[in-house]
């Protein structure tokens, strides 16, 4: 009887073994980002997202349907994946998708990413927040210009933003008369854009519009009357 006894509990650990893979090679977890702009998001909806993709290697057992958690410190946003919005689950082959969304803050978000049963396998990513720029204002030199074909008035827009690079930012120039120097002019690094219109050789009303490239839905207005002057 105790021969069989034996037989049995070694038949059971055998049975074990062969299905609990602990003993060979654990995942390995890669985790890649992209955003519309490079390595940083913006605070404005629409320009707010990164995608991540999660792929894990190793044995088939190890890599199906596997929880990574997220967390995301100082609440700077928040993670849509194929989970809750603080996991994502892989597929059956071990692959993952998700999104990190900004908030209205800025600053640096901080997202860590961590295998469930597997810790050390993880990735973290501080992605940085900018402040999306804003066109404040145009204005003009000269709000009255001679309509004779050569007299011009300087165009000035303002960019503000908390934390922004404005330099090289673009600003869009629309004129409903006259004509422009440039359609398009670069801020500087405070934030500073430039550009002068020429009047017509007729009186009218010119209405210049500018536009950030960025968002050409906002804009900013100013007007100039061409007319003669007794």
């Known amino acids: 009887m105790k021969s069989y006894i034996i037989i049995i509990l070694v038949l059971c650990g055998m049975l074990l073994i062969g ?3 602990r003993g060979s090679d654990n995942p390995e977890m890669t985790v890649t980002a992209s955003a519309q702009y490079g390595d940083f998001v913006y ?11 999660f792929k894990l290697k190793g044995p088939q057992s190890k890599i199906a349907y ?3 958690t997220v967390d995301i410190a100082n609440n700077m946003g928040n993670f849509i994946g194929t989970g809750s919005s603080e996991s994502i689950v892989t597929d059956g082959s071990g692959h993952a998708v998700g999104r990190y969304i900004a908030g209205d803050g800025y600053g640096t978000a901080n997202v860590n990413f961590v295998l469930e049963m597997w810790p050390n396998q993880k990735a973290t990513f501080n992605i940085p927040i900018i402040d999306f720029p804003r066109l404040d204002s145009l204005v003009t030199d000269k709000e009255i210009l001679p309509p004779n074909g050569i007299d011009t008035a300087k165009l ?3 960019i503000s933003s908390a934390n922004a690079e404005l330099e090289g930012i673009k600003v869009l120039f629309e004129r409903s008369a006259g004509s422009l120097l440039s359609d398009v002019a670069e801020a500087d690094m405070f934030g500073l854009v430039t550009n002068r219109i020429t009047a017509p050789a007729h009186e009218t009303l010119i209405t210049v519009t500018a536009r950030l490239e960025l968002n050409p839905v906002a804009y900013k207005s100013v007007n100039i009357r061409c007319e003669t002057q007794d």
Request: glycine fraction near 4%.
């Open 19 to 21: 299905c609990d893979d």
């Open 156 to 158: 000035t827009a303002y």
């Open 43 to 53: 605070n404005k909806t629409g320009y707010n997202e990164m995608a991540f993709d």
């Open 66 to 68: 596997r929880k990574i």
